[in-house]
């Protein structure tokens, strides 16, 4: 892509200083016909290439602009090379071309940032998957990818929900317009227009068939993914359920719950926590699953019903107990 090919063409001139046409064809790949149209679009573009004419000339930019390009800190450093998510990369086929195009690109920094890179990739990892953590199967997503980068319409099937116009017990697929991918945790969703303009987001794992057409259809200029995913966040948040409760824990069973304050000091080796669950029956049962670590404080009802739920398994697992002679 033109784009990708412009910056490897300024990183190249950055790094590795005066080039000529040919030196920089060979090492972009492209012909020096390219070279000379993406050296005339950088100029036109305000970046300060120019040329030096002569024997021993060449293509080279401007030194002050140079710095300005390589003045990463060493935050930024950080938040660059440790922040990639291996399972994503993975999913989408891309984690050998990352760890490669990474390297290459520590290599061209200058000789201070290569060793803020290489330090930080050395000493932090982030690791976004959890112990448990069972990893849905990123059905169809080599080719909503694709339809999504070539701008094609899809007709999919999604779980039960049928084309509108289909009969009720026969679902049939119906045509979306692929606009960009998701990956929350390790969970794949598809964001796509219908026919009717409205956006909608489709769980990949939901999928029960999807076929690409040979239908282009035309990107809205506005739109942003990132927007989109982040309003479309706050009103699931803002739609669900809710049931705020408070509980007393202890030390090792606050990472079973999501505090929706910041935690308080009980009594020795216990903290207050207020959290928010989806229904009173959710509440209870994540109470009880704590095993005793776990005591509530508010609603008075959810009290009531952990009392009775532990109540009811005593009295069960006595009945069921068997004596000895």
């Not at 490897?8 to 492209?30: I, K, N």
């Not at 099937?157 to 929350?184: I, M, N, Q, S």
């Not at 942003?224 to 705020?244: G, I, K, N, T």
């Not at 009980?266 to 903290?271: H, I, L």
Request: hydrophobic share 40%.
């Amino acid at each position: 892509m033109r784009a990708e090919r412009l910056l490897r063409l300024l990183l190249h001139l950055q790094t590795r200083g005066q080039s000529t046409v040919a030196q920089l064809a060979d090492a972009l790949e492209v012909s020096p016909r390219t070279i000379q149209r993406d050296l005339d679009s950088l100029s036109l573009a305000g970046v300060p290439v120019y040329s030096i004419r002569g024997r021993g000339g060449g293509w080279t930019m401007l030194p002050d602009y140079r710095s300005r390009l390589t003045g990463l800190t060493p935050s930024e450093v950080m938040s660059v090379f440790v922040g990639a998510t291996a399972h994503v990369l993975a999913d989408l086929g891309l984690d050998a071309s990352s760890e490669l195009a990474v390297t290459k690109l520590i290599a061209s920094l200058p000789e201070g940032t290569r060793r803020e890179a290489e330090y930080a990739r050395q000493r932090l990892l982030i690791d976004h998957a959890g112990w448990d953590d069972r990893r849905e199967t990123p059905r169809w997503l080599d080719l909503c990818r694709q339809a999504v980068w070539e701008e094609r319409t899809l007709e999919i099937v999604y779980g039960d929900l049928p084309d509108p116009g289909a009969p009720p017990d026969r679902p049939t697929p119906f045509p979306v317009e692929p606009l960009g991918l998701v990956a929350k945790t390790r969970t794949w969703y598809l964001v796509a227009a219908r026919t009717d303009g409205r956006l909608r987001t489709y769980r990949l794992s939901r999928l029960t068939s999807a076929a690409l057409t040979d239908r282009p259809f035309a990107r809205p200029v506005d739109f942003d993914l990132a927007a989109y995913w982040a309003q479309s966040q706050q009103e699931f948040q803002a739609s669900r359920p809710s049931y705020p409760i408070t509980l007393k824990v202890r030390d090792h069973a606050v990472r079973r719950f999501r505090p929706t304050t910041p935690i308080l000091p009980a009594d020795d080796g216990w903290w207050i926590l207020h959290t928010d669950l989806e229904n009173p029956h959710e509440a209870c049962a994540a109470v009880l699953a704590q095993a005793g670590n776990a005591q509530v404080v508010a609603p008075p009802e959810l009290i009531g019903m952990v009392h009775e739920a532990a109540t009811q398994i005593a009295a069960a697992s006595l009945t069921g107990t068997v004596r000895p002679s």
